[in-house]
């Protein structure tokens, strides 16, 4: 069924073009809709820039220039540059000349929680003179009957003349809309809810199935999601409309990419969180009140875990472009640019299968020409930052270690185990708080992990026991390292290198075992490392013990900070000391293991070279997330990576390539192996012919140029003879 429905659509290709009028309709038609657009070079208008307030001994790097120039032309910029890259400043010199200029009147930054002491201090550290008013979420509580909190920061908001007002995501989503606005922005969403039942049922056949019941369940939701927003109203009445803010700049804006996406796409549904609702109601409000200049998204990780994000981000940005194209829905964006392919996956057990999923980008010059009116993307490989090599690896490369462990038999009788599970659930739908396929995969992470996490024997070394010898072998050598007081070139009395460790699946427990206090006792007992000096990123409770843990780890009061994703995968300016990173597990997403890795490929590190080691335990689901990382890297390099002039690209990029290798090495099968590094060293083959070709082309248009000077100056030769 599946090859008959390529060879339809393909006959159809075909057809299409095969009336001369019709051909020359639709060629219009991709003109005006797809081919009308020109990318804009900012590099001259970056130039001109001269910053008028800034601190004098601070320059801005080339591309942060760029970035204020695309954000002085443009109505909305997403600022996708890479971890470590100076989003910050960035951020901050587009806000003070926006405000400058007279293009925004009251600028508004909304940053995480433990970000806020951070952005505020080197925002007033570039520009001293900056008015800034910054809020936590405490600020903004009207519980228990007291509101003179929230008066009095929307009183100083809207009354104050002020650079910049600096709030936490937490506080924002408490600054409440009105119910007009609210009714509005969910009657609009409904609306897309239901047209995208009605091309469900088309779709079908019939009216009822598991699609549509899901779209009308999303329908519910919605409706109680306003009822939510409209009783969080207080006494005071004040809401984020009374404060007079025309201009939000959005830092790790990655963490509101769960916009709902109302589509009958299988697969590509997003049910949305009310925290990203929030932010795109009011972006809603804005653009209505204040016309299309209202954002600035920053992150070094738009597209975090599928392509249907790549819809979110245009539509909170520029959702005029996607109208202008005939795409302003889900269904008809996903028809033009997205494609469900099949390829081959490791379920839990390590067994593979087939699965068509919604995960690749098509029309790719299309989609690109728009994204680029927006998109400000820098990746670490168009920067010259100064940023420290990767040791070479076993492999003879500056890539990360991959470190692979062999089972023991207590994984592989759990393996078989979750193999029986798997196949239990085959066919059927489980019962609510049954077995379900969600604990299968979430126990095959905790056993690749560690058994006894699934309360089973070790039955001999483990991923954990290879961890804290390599991380105690380092600590050894590098225990004498030398470094600088944090801001000045003198020598610190501290010595010693850092270690980050990041593991997602457990946390610190004094009651029961866990990956995190077995790490700090094995590295205590068995290596000899003072206690004292390793910590976990659990143990700050709130904001300012958490700069006060990272100012320590800056200093050289740590030698192990150990963290999840979540907790020291952004926003963790640690890296001064940091000579390597340890990834205990894979994340769930790509977006996650490039956030990690930003934490010690990043400006300021004193050390010339860093290590990077990831750890996968042979045959267990170490390899299936590996494999799943891979896939979702891959659709997103499409984006990130991808040029006007490539339509099927075929560089996954650096990450993809990693994580492919690992999963490869990792699943006990020499074939696979095998084939997974015959594919990279094409890949790599390919990259180098392609800089070949390009290089060619360079030299072919250099020649013909100076050919056509020796002949203007041959020409002009007789009469400059003459003139002598």
């Known amino acids: 069924a599946r090859a008959k429905a390529d060879e339809i659509t393909q006959r159809f290709e075909e057809w299409v073009w095969e009336d001369p009028a019709r051909t020359e309709r639709l060629l219009a038609e991709y003109n005006r809709r797809f081919n009308s657009l020109v990318t804009r070079d900012y590099t001259a208008d970056a130039a001109r820039l001269t910053f008028p307030g800034m601190k004098k001994d601070f320059t801005p790097h080339d591309h942060q220039r760029t970035a204020v120039a695309r954000m002085i032309a443009e109505p909305a910029v997403g600022m996708f540059h890479s971890p470590g890259a100076g989003k910050t400043n960035a951020t901050v010199m587009g806000l003070m000349e926006l405000k400058r200029r007279g293009l925004v009147q009251k600028p508004m930054t909304i940053v995480p929680g433990h970000m806020l002491e951070q952005f505020t201090r080197e925002w007033q550290d570039l520009y001293p003179n900056a008015r800034l008013l910054s809020a936590g979420s405490d600020d903004l509580k009207a519980s228990g009957g007291s509101v003179d909190g929230r008066r009095d920061f929307i009183a100083k908001a809207t009354t104050g003349d002020w650079d910049g007002i600096i709030m936490t995501h937490a506080a924002f989503g408490k600054l409440g809309i009105k119910e007009s ?33 899901a779209i009308e369940s999303r329908k519910k939701t919605q409706q109680a999601r306003l009822e939510k927003v409209v009783a969080a109203a207080d006494d005071t009445n004040l809401t984020f409309e009374d404060t007079g803010i025309d201009y939000l700049a959005v830092d790790e804006a990655h963490l509101f990419k769960n916009l709902h996406v109302s589509t009958s796409i299988a697969g590509a549904q997003i049910d949305g969180s009310l925290k990203a609702a929030d932010l795109d109601m009011k972006l809603d409000y804005l653009r209505g009140t204040y016309g299309a200049r209202v954002v600035t998204l ?28 005939g795409v302003g829905s889900f269904d008809e964006w996903g028809a033009t640019f997205g494609e469900t392919i099949t390829r081959i996956e490791r379920d839990a057990a390590g067994r593979l299968r087939q699965k068509s999923r919604f995960a690749k980008f098509k029309n790719i010059p299309e989609m690109l020409s728009s994204w680029h009116q927006f998109a400000d993307t820098k990746r670490t490989e168009d920067l010259n930052l100064n940023l420290p090599n990767l040791a070479v690896n076993e492999a003879g490369e500056r890539r990360p270690e991959m470190v692979v462990i062999p089972r023991t038999d207590s994984h592989a009788r ?53 961890v804290t010898r390599r991380i105690g072998r380092i600590w050894q050598e590098n225990r004498d390292n030398e470094y600088t007081v944090p801001g000045t070139d003198e020598i610190s009395e501290h010595r010693g290198a850092l270690q980050l460790v990041f593991c997602d699946l457990a946390t610190p427990n004094d009651e029961e075992w866990n990956a995190y206090d077995q790490i700090k006792s094995a590295l205590v ?102 494999d799943i990382i891979t896939r979702k890297a891959s659709a997103i390099a499409q984006v990130m990576r991808g040029r006007l002039d490539v339509r099927e690209p075929d560089d996954p990029g650096d990450m993809a390539l990693d994580a492919q290798q690992l999963m490869a090495a990792s699943s006990g099968n020499p074939l696979l192996m095998e084939r997974t590094e015959l594919d990279v060293t094409v890949q790599k083959l390919a990259r180098r012919s392609r800089g070949h070709d390009r290089a060619q082309e360079g030299l072919k248009f250099r020649k013909a140029a100076s050919e056509q000077r020796r002949m203007y100056l041959n020409k002009a030769l007789p009469t400059v003879e003459a003139a002598v």
């Open 181 to 213: 606005t609210a009714t509005a922005y969910f009657s609009k969403v409904t609306a897309e809810l239901e047209a995208a039942e009605m091309q469900m049922r088309e779709k079908v056949g019939k009216d009822r199935n598991r699609g549509v019941k």
């Open 298 to 325: 920053a992150t070094g990780t738009p597209i975090a875990n599928s392509i249907a994000e790549a819809y979110v981000v245009t539509k909170y940005l520029r959702p005029d472009l996607l109208d202008e194209a």
């Open 525 to 626: 007992t068995r290596h000899g490392m003072d206690r004292s000096r390793i910590a976990f990123i659990h143990d700050a409770k709130d904001d300012e013990q958490r700069a006060k843990l990272f100012k320590a780890a800056r200093e050289g009061g740590l030698d192990v900070l150990i963290g999840s994703s979540e907790k020291m995968g952004t926003g963790a300016n640690i890296q001064n000391r940091a000579i390597a990173m340890h990834h205990v597990d894979c994340p769930w997403r790509p977006d996650m293991l490039e956030q990690r890795d930003g934490r010690i490929l990043r400006q300021g590190n004193e050390n010339p070279e860093i290590q990077i080691y990831r750890y996968a335990t042979e045959n267990t689901f170490d390899s299936t997330s590996w």
């Open 414 to 466: 759990y393996m078989e185990f979750l193999e029986q599970r798997l196949d239990a659930l085959s066919g059927t739908r489980p019962e609510k708080g049954a077995d379900n396929h969600l604990t299968v995969y979430a126990d095959g992470r905790k056993v690749a992990l560690d058994p006894r996490l699934v309360g089973m024997d070790t039955g001999g070394e483990v991923k954990l026991d290879y």
